[in-house]
């Protein structure tokens, strides 16, 4: 399979090379040239099917030659290690819960996936790599995570001093092996720029193989395709038609449920829910993209103002607006409507929604037809991630579960430094 920038359709890269590089020279986002269809026979196989099996079959497609089956395999088995339950919540209303993985995000899967892609090309080019990774709080835990004991690779984390929280800090301070961390004495913002002046540098690049865990990354949005299916695989009753929820801040995992439907996933159709960033649910609306600064909520991972996969939401759909919303519909919330269903969930059905969840909660019930369709949300977050926030609205206590608590109680491993890239640079050339 080869990828094609969104900047520029005849800059073309192979699966290795996109996944290696990023983004593209042009900053254009990698992006298949064809869409699989997938056979009536894995269709049919589905409810068999686990959910690593799924994603092989899925991946295959799109990696090609560039890693082997056997190797391709063992990559989704490994990814897979946790459940991705389907749970029912009211008649005809499930919520996959995605927040089974060691971060308790959605985002472990994609980051399980690149990390093991990367290690398998680091030993191919018979080469280590040293990922470097600036992060304002969960991101980095989920990508250094994904790399926690892969061979070839090690992880260096810069994170802004006094700007993550407790638990965040714990998350990405105590794996130890092959990942370290800095705490940065400056901002989320600094952070960044040091990463970058770090990939420029030519003395750094000389003594190490720098690599990025961009977000943005095709062999992050890739997996984020994969779970869609097994929705279908765990549904029972399959003789209404399905409408899928995703509260949504950069639109991977949307594009990723896109994806799944253009393979020939017989989904009806999506919500994008959004909290008050909303600038894809008024696009979707008026037919104009407007990017805004953000705004903060309690759904704080949804809190982006300028979505990076827009761009490849518009390549999937042409940009013809009149197509986009056959397939979408948009919805947005605001913080007390989000707290509100919170505590309506839990008194009617016991059931705890994260923040995020909610706002996808609330997205479903505004598009769905109960009639002909089953309705299904995507739960990205761990309620416990967001702790005081669904404590004060359900007046309940929520548990923190057993990994989390024992990475709160390990001791805290970094390395202060200063903003100057001086100092970045010597701590790189001396470890
Ligand atoms: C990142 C994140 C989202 C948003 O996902 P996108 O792919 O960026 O749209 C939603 N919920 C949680 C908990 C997240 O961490």
């Known amino acids: 399979m080869e990828y094609f920038s969104t900047n520029n359709k005849d800059l073309r890269y ?3 090379e996109a996944v290696i590089k990023g983004l593209a020279p042009d900053k254009g986002l990698f992006f298949p040239i064809s869409i699989p269809k997938l056979e009536k026979e894995f269709f049919d196989n589905l409810p068999d099917m686990s959910m690593a099996e799924i994603g092989f079959e ?16 063992n990559i989704t088995e490994e990814v897979f290690n946790f459940p991705i339950p389907l749970i029912k919540i009211e008649e005809g209303v499930y919520s996959l819960e995605l927040f089974h993985g060691p971060t308790c995000a959605f985002k472990d899967v994609g980051a399980r996936f690149m990390s093991r892609c990367l290690s398998a090309f680091a030993k191919q080019n018979k080469e280590d790599v040293t990922i470097l990774v600036a992060t304002s709080g969960d991101t980095g835990s989920a990508v250094a995570n994904g790399f926690l004991g892969v061979e070839g690779v090690s992880v ?4 802004p001093k006094g700007k993550v929280s407790k638990i965040q800090e714990q998350q990405l301070t105590t794996m130890g092996q092959n990942i370290s961390a800095l705490e940065v004495d400056g901002t989320f913002d600094d952070c960044q720029a040091l990463v970058k002046q770090a990939f420029a540098d030519e003395d750094l690049n000389k003594k190490m193989k ?20 097994y929705i279908l695989a765990q549904l029972q009753n399959r003789d209404k038609d399905i409408v899928v929820s995703v509260p949504s801040g950069n639109y991977g995992n949307l594009t990723g449920g896109l994806l799944a439907k253009q393979m020939g996933l017989p989904i009806k159709r999506f919500v994008a829910s959004a909290n008050k960033n909303k600038v894809v649910p008024d696009y979707l609306e008026h037919g ?26 518009m390549e999937l759909y042409r940009e013809e607006h009149f197509e986009i919303i056959k397939d979408i519909k948009g919805a947005w919330f605001s913080d007390q409507e989000t707290e509100k269903v919170m505590s309506e969930v839990y008194s009617n059905y ?8 909610a706002v996808g909660y609330l997205g479903l019930k505004k598009h769905i037809n109960k009639e002909n369709e089953i309705g299904v949300f995507l739960e990205t977050a761990h309620p416990a991630k967001f702790k005081d926030t669904v404590e004060k609205a359900i007046e309940v206590e929520v548990e923190i579960p ?13 390395i ?6 001086s100092d970045l640079k010597n701590q790189l050339l001396n470890s």
């Open 350 to 357: 016991k059931y705890i929604l994260d923040p995020h969840g």
């Open 14 to 16: 192979g699966f290795k």
């Open 58 to 73: 899925v991946a295959k497609h799109f990696v090609g030659e560039d890693i082997s089956h056997e190797e391709l395999k």
């Open 416 to 421: 202060l430094i200063g903003r100057e890239y």
């Open 402 to 414: 057993t990994y989390l608590k024992e990475c709160l109680q390990k001791e805290k491993n970094s």
């Open 156 to 159: 260096i984390i810069l994170y």
């Open 288 to 313: 104009n993209y407007e990017p805004k600064e953000s705004v903060q909520t309690i759904s704080n991972a949804m809190d982006v103002g300028a979505p990076s996969n827009f761009a490849r939401m």
């Open 210 to 229: 720098l690599t990025s865990a961009n977000s943005i990354n095709i062999a992050r949005l890739l997996p984020q395709s994969f779970y869609y299916f």
